[in-house]
């Protein structure tokens, strides 16, 4: 899945390692600290419902800042230029807003546990088993992607064997999710988030002075790749050709809506952040309060691919010499002294970490509340559902290593993950819109419609793309497509089922669907909330400007 070329080992020293020690020490730290606020499984699996909106807010954008990610985009940059910004500033920023917006009144309003659950309310046990098994399935699937990668980063640049890596990160993630539960977690994903800046901001600010400024740069990459490789939108025209194998089309519809809201409105990983915040109002603003940090984020991992294609020109250009996935840590190799080095040795284990986390904690929510409670062991007392999601952790994080390998068929880190986004993200995104908004939406709807898109995506994807039915200039195009396929497929089947079955009673409706209310979940603003920085509609409409200015430079 990760290629790392021979010659990139890192020369650490005792002060890297202590830095990286004491930071081991002080995740331990933190989980048995958390540990003293678990005493249901709510606490466990969802911190209780007490935590401040800029602890969930940091939590949700670190928990998506994996080292995947950090990896995976700074390739894309050197691979694709300025394209990549696509994945922010139209493939995140929207969607977030409009889960904070829209969404979330209805997820933590309704005091559901997780995402399957609240399909449980609107469309019934058929369709909450399969959204669960889904969940499931790709938790541990990206769980295991993130190991898989630390390890052969770690491989690389310090000489570890994959499984110490491997062992010795599930363990830790392991440890501190058992012990505190959700609140470790999140806890250490806001340490997380900090740790990692620290690493990639010197990088990002010593690499841009190496080439000569801003201005060096960008002379340096049109001189050698042309002036549409720092823009985001020109060659994107229907029929035109670009590296990243999509038109203003599929980048808007495919990735800006399809995938983009699929992922960040459904994804169980990102929304248990804002469900375990204190109250509806900073449930809102969790993942608003994400969406600016987000926006920044191109600037110190999306720029750093693009230093490393001017310090090293034969980025990708071989087989057997560096490739695009070598961009971070041929900088962190040439750039960093001891001490900044560990720390951004820190700052890469960290992101693993927070990555592998996400996901191991929210597959012990979903595995223990919507499978294992509900289906196999109903009824058992609330100290019961607290062992087993510990448990659970375990397995979980033993399953996560085990699927590290299937990973391993995959040549390129962020192809394997958006291909898993459009086989499960994107039919859950199609089922919640549509059930939300249209009343007459039948339980059979939803079933079928999440069995049929994802499908869809999957006959899309591995027959008429991967057999060469169609033709497709590239994986990253193949997934915008397998989203289109996905979304329209699984609507036209909801719209199909809902008009020759029976809806569900209105009565049973209310708070699942959009101009309706729960009744007693009222909720009063705690204090401070009707601040007017506070307000949910100008943190979200302050995020997509921010993000549409951000387009200009890369527009002209």
């Known amino acids: 899945m990760i290629t790392l070329a021979e010659g990139l080992r890192l020369p650490t020293n005792g002060l890297d390692y202590t830095i990286l020690a004491l930071y081991f020490v002080v995740v331990l730290g933190i989980g048995f600290a958390a540990r003293r606020s678990v005493r249901t499984s709510l606490d466990f699996f969802l911190s209780g419902r007490s935590l401040p909106a800029w602890v969930t807010g940091l939590a949700f954008v670190a928990a998506n800042l994996g080292a995947t990610e950090i990896l995976g985009m700074a390739a894309n940059g050197a691979q694709y230029g300025a394209y990549t910004v696509h994945w922010y500033w139209i493939g995140a920023i929207p969607a977030m807003v409009f889960l904070g917006l829209v969404m979330m009144p209805f997820y933590y309003g309704s005091k559901v546990r997780s995402v399957p659950e609240f399909l449980l309310h609107r469309f019934g046990p058929s369709s909450h088993l399969l959204s669960s098994l889904i969940f499931a399935v790709s938790s541990v699937l990206i769980a295991g992607v993130n190991l ?59 690499g841009l002075k190496r080439v000569g400024g801003w201005d060096g740069l960008t002379h340096s990459l049109t001189s050698s790749h042309g002036d549409a490789f720092l823009t985001a939108w020109k060659g994107t025209g229907i029929g035109e ?51 600016f940090p987000k926006i920044f984020i191109p600037m110190v991992v999306v720029v750093p691919g693009l230093i490393a294609l001017v310090m090293e020109p034969t980025l990708g250009k071989s087989t057997d010499g560096l490739q695009y996935n070598d961009a971070i840590p041929v900088l962190m190799r040439d750039l960093l002294p001891n001490g900044v080095l560990g720390i951004a040795v820190t700052g890469l284990l960290a992101a693993f970490m927070a990555g592998m986390a996400a996901n191991v904690s929210s597959f012990n929510t979903v595995f223990t509340n919507d499978i294992w409670a509900a289906y ?26 085990g699927t590290a390998f299937i990973a391993s068929s995959f040549s390129n880190i962020m192809n394997y993950l958006q291909t898993l986004f459009s086989f499960f993200n994107v039919p859950l995104f199609v089922v919640f819109i549509i059930g939300m908004f249209w009343k007459r939406t039948s339980a059979a709807a939803g079933f079928w419609g999440l069995l049929s898109g994802t499908a869809a995506a999957m006959v899309n994807y591995f027959w008429l793309y991967k057999q060469g039915v169609i033709s497709i200039p590239s994986d990253q195009g193949a997934n915008f497509v397998s989203s289109i396929v996905a979304f329209v497929v699984g609507a036209l089947v909801m719209v199909a089922v809902t008009l020759v079955t029976k809806p569900k009673p209105a009565e049973s409706l209310a708070g699942l669907v959009y101009g309706t209310r729960s009744p007693g979940m009222e909720e009063l603003p705690a204090e401070g909330d009707d601040a007017w920085y506070r307000k949910p509609a100008l943190l979200g409409w302050g995020a997509v400007v921010v993000a549409a200015v951000c387009y200009l430079p890369f527009s002209l």
């Not at 630390?150 to 064997?161: D, E, K, R, T, Y």
């Not at 250490?188 to 988030?193: G, S």
């Not at 203003?248 to 804002?274: C, D, H, K, P």
């Not at 007392?381 to 399953?399: K, N, P, S």
């Open 241 to 291: 050709g670009n590296p990243l194998g999509a038109n203003w089309l599929t980048i808007v519809l495919g990735l800006g809506f399809v995938m983009s809201f699929g992922y960040w409105t459904t994804n169980f990983a990102e929304v248990q952040r804002a469900l375990s915040a204190k109250n509806l109002s900073a449930a809102r603003r969790t993942p608003l309060i994400a969406a």
């Open 148 to 206: 898989y990668a630390m390890a052969i980063v770690l491989q690389a640049l310090l000489g570890w064997p994959q499984w110490v890596a491997i062992v010795v990160a599930g363990f830790f993630v392991l440890a501190y999710i058992t012990i505190g539960g959700l609140s470790s977690a999140i806890y250490n994903e806001v340490l997380q988030f900090f740790v990692i800046l620290a690493a990639l901001i010197p990088l990002t600010i010593v």
């Open 376 to 401: 196999l062991k109903k009824g058992r007392e609330d100290a019961y559902h607290l062992r087993t999601g510990r448990v659970v952790t375990a397995v979980g994080v033993l399953i996560g290593m």
